[in-house]
């Protein structure tokens, strides 16, 4: 049995219960799609007491309404028994206390705190980071790293980690590590500026895959699919502007990018947005296109199964049309 208890300010709460979301499956967890296996009653004070029989395992999890999720990605062991006490009148709300969340969220907590939250360094990262060159910067985010690392091994140190949130910190420092090198040339590139750079840039894709199935409990790994994807297909835009012919559409452009430079999990997941931003993209929202924006999507399906042979993609899509 594992126990997590805590308060919220009832004026956020539509409703009686409190519910306990898990990730069920790795589908689930690219999709931010959680099912409630437990609940509790909200007493009208706002605290609650979620009591899980079955929790064999580390994992994720959420709290919130049927509405709302007000705690996200918090990590529970078997057996443990957490105190998430949640002050605030808007979102997001921040937690009252570090004190009996846990060692795992209160060390994300204190990284979260030193690496992202801090004045400081939130100036650096978000604002003067823009401003530098590609070897610079290569050379900043490196750092950062390497810093992020020797924080992480200091805070448990002579301490046995938990298998599952090691493998969840150590993939998630490193995708994070390759998106933001990735998302800087994205930015470069929108504001029209020459990026000098060599190979030693794309250092990250000798570190990490796009083929990593461990990789799924790290939201920054489904990040760098999408980017990955994203940056291929700018390549091939510029191809096609200079030798003046029309590009395809995007949606099939990125079908071709994925199933020559992808395999296994990686191609899945890529499918998988292609198809979830068609599903969704404006042509989907005008009645007259919607025949004709159907018969593209089953195209686009029917390309992402012969390259997967994953028939979950077919249940998926028809599930959203």
Same mark, same amino acid.
């Given at each position: 049995?594992?126990?997590? +208890?805590?308060?919220?300010?009832?004026?956020?709460?539509?409703?009686?219960?409190?519910?306990?979301?898990? *990730?069920?499956?790795?589908?689930?967890? /690219?999709?931010?799609?959680?099912?409630?296996?437990? =609940?509790? @009653?909200?007493?009208?004070?706002? =605290?609650?007491?979620?009591? @899980?029989?079955?929790?064999?395992?580390?994992?994720? *999890?959420? !709290?919130?309404?049927?509405?709302?999720?007000?705690?996200?990605?918090? *990590?529970?062991?078997?057996?443990?028994?957490?105190?998430?006490?949640?002050?605030?009148?808007?979102?997001? %709300?921040?937690?009252?206390?570090?004190?009996?969340?846990?060692?795992?969220?209160?060390?994300? #907590?204190?990284?979260?705190?030193? /690496?992202?939250?801090? $004045?400081?360094?939130?100036?650096?990262?978000?604002? @003067?980071?823009?401003?530098?060159?590609?070897?610079?910067?290569?050379?900043?985010?490196?750092?950062?790293?390497?810093?992020?690392?020797?924080?992480?091994?200091?805070?448990?140190?002579?301490?046995? @980690?938990?298998?599952?949130?090691?493998?969840?910190? +150590?993939?998630?420092?490193?995708?994070?590590?390759?998106?933001?090198?990735?998302?800087?040339?994205?930015?470069?590139?929108?504001?029209? +500026?020459?990026? $000098? %750079?060599?190979? &030693?840039?794309?250092? *990250?894709?000798?570190?990490?895959?796009?083929?990593? $199935?461990?990789?799924?409990?790290? $939201?920054?790994?489904?990040? /760098?699919?999408?980017?990955?994807?994203?940056?291929?297909?700018? !390549?091939?835009?510029?191809?096609?502007?200079?030798?003046?012919?029309?590009?395809?559409?995007? =949606?099939?452009?990125?079908?071709?990018?994925?199933?020559?430079?992808?395999?296994?999990?990686?191609?899945?997941?890529?499918?998988?947005?292609?198809?979830?931003?068609?599903?969704? &993209?404006?042509?989907?929202?005008?009645?007259?296109?919607?025949?004709?924006?159907?018969?593209?999507?089953?195209?686009?399906?029917?390309?992402?199964?012969?390259?997967?042979?994953?028939?979950?993609?077919? #249940?998926?899509?028809? =599930?959203?049309?």
């Amino acid at each position: 049995m594992a126990i997590v +208890e805590g308060q919220i300010n009832p004026v956020f709460t539509k409703g009686k219960y409190i519910y306990f979301y898990q *990730f069920t499956d790795s589908l689930s967890l /690219f999709f931010y799609e959680k099912k409630a296996t437990d =609940s509790c @009653i909200l007493n009208p004070d706002g =605290s609650f007491k979620i009591e @899980i029989a079955n929790w064999p395992k580390s994992g994720f *999890f959420d !709290l919130g309404t049927r509405e709302l999720v007000f705690a996200r990605n918090y *990590f529970l062991e078997p057996g443990d028994h957490l105190k998430l006490i949640f002050d605030g009148n808007e979102m997001p %709300l921040k937690l009252n206390t570090y004190k009996g969340i846990g060692k795992y969220n209160n060390f994300l #907590q204190v990284f979260n705190d030193t /690496f992202y939250r801090s $004045p400081v360094v939130k100036r650096n990262y978000f604002v @003067i980071s823009n401003y530098m060159l590609a070897p610079d910067y290569a050379v900043y985010i490196g750092k950062r790293k390497k810093e992020q690392f020797d924080f992480y091994k200091n805070y448990f140190r002579n301490q046995e @980690i938990d298998s599952t949130f090691q493998t969840y910190f +150590e993939k998630e420092t490193e995708y994070n590590w390759a998106n933001d090198k990735t998302y800087f040339l994205w930015k470069k590139r929108t504001r029209h +500026e020459e990026v $000098p %750079l060599d190979t &030693s840039y794309f250092d *990250f894709l000798q570190v990490i895959s796009t083929d990593d $199935p461990k990789a799924l409990i790290c $939201p920054g790994y489904t990040r /760098f699919i999408e980017l990955y994807i994203n940056e291929l297909y700018q !390549l091939e835009i510029q191809k096609k502007i200079f030798k003046l012919s029309l590009a395809l559409q995007p =949606s099939l452009e990125k079908s071709f990018l994925a199933k020559k430079h992808l395999q296994g999990t990686g191609l899945k997941i890529a499918f998988y947005q292609i198809l979830r931003d068609e599903i969704y &993209s404006v042509d989907a929202h005008l009645t007259k296109n919607r025949k004709m924006h159907f018969a593209f999507i089953d195209s686009l399906t029917n390309i992402a199964y012969e390259a997967t042979k994953d028939s979950a993609i077919l #249940q998926y899509v028809n =599930s959203q049309k």
